[in-house]
């Protein structure tokens, strides 16, 4: 076998590892996107198994759908702290509404004790994460706003800033 014929069967074997290596990858997120799709029109009952199994598999979009289920008490029981645990993994992952979900739960003491430090990182991470959708901006915004006159200064910023930094840096390294 000459040098060309063997780096064409070397290429061909590295192209058809790649292909079936990414595909399971590609149909797993292809069934999450279409389970997604089904909560979103109301067919929760039947996504739930589904949901839940990317949820627990880390998926953080998943997370923080299952976070919630447990918001809303439909197909499972309600309870703030199953849907805190679930907005705060989610948010870790970096799921911009798992980030807006935990920081009003820090906001609001439900599910956990309010802290208004940890409300204010995960709203300013909100912010921040590129993947944001408008449609809570300008609450997420008016909130930070709350907190800073609420007498939010010295020890509390310097706090905040240096978790934002944490996860900021957490939330880079994720994306390489």
Known sequence: MNALKLRMLICLVFVALFVFAVSPYAMAQEELNKAIEQYNNGQRQSVYPIIRAYAEKGNARAQTILGLFYNYGD????????????????????????????????????????????????????????????IEKDKAEKRIERIEQREFFGDDMNRAKTLIKKWQSKFKSMKK
């Open 75 to 134: 197909v499972v029981s309600f309870s703030h702290e199953e849907s805190f645990k679930w907005y705060r993994r989610g948010a870790h992952g970096g799921d911009p509404r798992g980030q807006y979900n935990l920081a009003s739960r820090y906001y609001r003491g439900k599910g956990t004790d309010q802290d208004y430090v940890l409300a204010y990182v995960w709203f300013s991470l909100y912010l921040l994460n590129p993947k944001t959708a408008g």
